[in-house]
């Protein structure tokens, strides 16, 4: 299969949402043709994550990890300057191949690869582990980011914030199937990018949430000790699609 390549410093997965922003020339250029009524691609385009290198800019340096995930754009806004605003959701992921540079934007083939529970009797068990986990991991970031808005200079900063966490950082029910579960829960945890590669890259559900098990564990206990979140904490959303 040969789609569109569209290298971001993000980590798509399949099943929850992507929203993007398009203003290079290249890939504008790309959506005309993902958007066009008798595109050949459906809609569809690759996004990896860029290792090394800028989003912006002809830096032929650039790397990108070696597995990505196939998006599907739902909806699409053309500005009068010829900016894109895109909603994508992830479909599936898959492993790059060959990418021919020859045109506007790179073309990359691509093979998707199998969506599986792994060990399903595992993958059940670890489900209810995993949402005591986030349950725990979002009560504490929400304390956090209520201790560090009181220590704000604006008391207005502090209403705002204070009012705005119940519904950022409101009770998730995770799915009851596990694959979709692991999805979820990659796509709330506030980790490095790097991390959250990994989590794409595992092979089935049971090994995914095992990692994230250990991972909400991990985040959860180094931010009740006041360590900074490697990200920002303003970013902790879950669109269930």
Request: glycine share 6%.
């Amino acid at each position: 299969m040969r789609l569109p390549l569209f290298p971001l410093h993000v980590v798509a997965f399949p099943r929850l949402p992507l929203p993007l922003h398009v203003f290079e020339a290249r890939y504008r250029a790309m959506m005309r043709d993902v958007l066009a009524p008798d595109s050949p691609y459906a809609g569809r385009f690759v996004v990896t994550l860029i290792t090394e290198g800028p989003e912006v800019g002809d830096d032929p340096l650039a790397r990108t990890s070696q597995v990505g995930t196939i998006v599907e754009v739902r909806s699409a806004d053309r500005f009068q300057d010829g900016r894109w605003g895109l909603l994508a959701v992830g479909e599936a992921r898959a492993m790059l191949g060959p990418v021919d540079r020859s045109g506007e934007y790179a073309l990359v083939e691509v093979q998707p690869l199998s969506e599986v529970d792994g060990d399903a009797d595992v993958a059940r068990q670890l489900l209810g582990q995993v949402q005591a986990a986030l349950d725990q991991y979002l009560t504490t970031v929400k304390r956090y980011v209520a201790s560090a808005a009181s220590l704000a200079a604006q008391s207005q900063e502090i209403t705002e914030v204070a009012a705005s966490l119940d519904e950022v950082l409101k009770p998730i029910r995770l799915p009851d199937e596990p694959l979709a579960a692991s999805y979820a829960v990659a796509g709330v945890l506030q980790i490095e990018l790097t991390r959250k590669q990994d989590l794409l890259e595992m092979p089935d559900a049971a090994s995914r949430l095992s990692a994230e098990l250990q991972l909400l564990r991990r985040e959860a206990r180094l931010l009740s000790q006041g360590a900074m979140p490697p990200v920002s904490t303003g970013d902790l959303t879950y669109n269930p699609n």
